[in-house]
């Protein structure tokens, strides 16, 4: 593996690893406090010092992901809420430079879809869907055995496919997409409507909900709180039934916050998929839970290092 390096940066902490083998690292991991708040040449050259303390010198190649949308063949962060002043930055040169190696960068959903396909639940497939549920939805596409990233690296977006035109506006403004419906942040505003509406509810009214306070009151048996487990259930599932068909996955992984709650999803999901779906490609599609949990990001990144940079 030479000295291959994967980083997972995060907009509170960033992780680096030495590769061992096409999926795995060696220990110990570095982290350090993403200096977020200094600005992106202080972020980079954070990463760049991680990576040498985990290679233990100059490494041959970096693979590293990063939480925005961001254009992995020019190599061009977009935007990243979490990091103040990645606007449109060359961040892969930057690296490059201040590390003195090859670079390549990823958004890190994609990454952490890759790690579930090279070495979690999806592994073995050939195409693939990673869905990541939290305050957000995102995800990774694995199709024969490539990770889709579309025009400047776009491609992916599996939480803004359309389920409701009537319904609630997601995060980026779209009315009725999936995010709005489906993600933690997306259940907690439905129950909160719920609430103002004046339905009968055990939730509590006077502070935010969020999608751990409402699973509770779904399991204790509160009608609200299960019934905006089911709608996301159900609207996740409908838009796995789409992706099947459009796609034909050998499975899909769902990953991230949620799937502490994916009992509460699980039969509404599996329900909605076989609404839409045709029954050829859904009976060959395994459903369920993400394995790698929070590795996924460095696993996936290590694993591209591995991929990138194969004569290292
Ligand atoms: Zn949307």
């Given at each position: 593996m030479g000295r291959l390096v994967g980083i997972d940066l995060g907009g509170t902490s960033i992780r680096a690893a030495v590769a061992t083998g096409p999926t795995s690292y060696g220990t110990p991991v570095v982290r350090r406090a993403t200096p977020a708040s200094d600005g992106p040449r202080a972020v980079i050259d954070a990463c760049a010092e991680a990576a040498r303390e985990a290679a233990g010198g100059t490494p041959e190649g970096i693979a590293i992901g990063i939480p925005g949308p961001l254009d992995p063949t020019g190599g061009i962060?977009?935007?990243?809420?979490?990091?103040?002043?990645?606007?449109?930055?060359p961040a892969r040169d930057m690296l490059a430079e201040a590390a003195g190696c090859p670079v390549a960068i990823h958004n890190d959903s994609n990454l952490a879809g890759y790690a579930e396909w090279a070495a979690g639940m999806?592994?073995?497939?050939?195409s693939f869907v990673f869905v990541i549920v939290g305050t957000g939805i995102g995800g990774a596409l694995i199709v024969d055995g490539n990770l889709r990233v579309g025009v400047a690296g776009t491609?992916?977006?599996?939480?803004?496919?359309?389920?409701?035109?009537d319904g609630p506006v997601c995060g980026q403004g779209h009315p009725g997409c999936l995010e709005g419906i489906a993600s933690g942040t997306g259940i907690a505003r439905q129950a909160e409507a719920a609430l103002r509406a004046g339905e009968a509810s055990s939730l509590p009214r006077d502070r935010p909900l969020d999608g751990a306070i409402i699973a509770r009151a779904a399991r204790a048996g509160d009608a609200v709180a299960a019934r905006v487990y089911a709608e996301a259930g159900r609207a996740l599932g409908r838009s796995f039934g789409g992706l099947i068909n459009i796609l034909g996955p050998e499975a899909i992984a769902v990953g991230g916050g949620v799937t502490g709650q994916f009992d509460l999803l699980e039969g509404p999901l599996r329900r909605g998929m076989a609404e839409i779906a045709f029954a050829t490609p859904l009976g060959h599609c395994r459903v369920g839970k993400a394995e790698l949990g929070s590795d996924a990001g460095l696993v996936g990144a290590v694993a591209w290092a591995v991929r990138s940079f194969p004569g290292s």
């Open positions: 962060v977009f935007a990243a809420p979490h990091l103040p002043g990645f606007e449109n930055l999806g592994r073995g497939t050939h491609a992916a977006e599996v939480g803004h496919v359309p389920c409701d035109p």
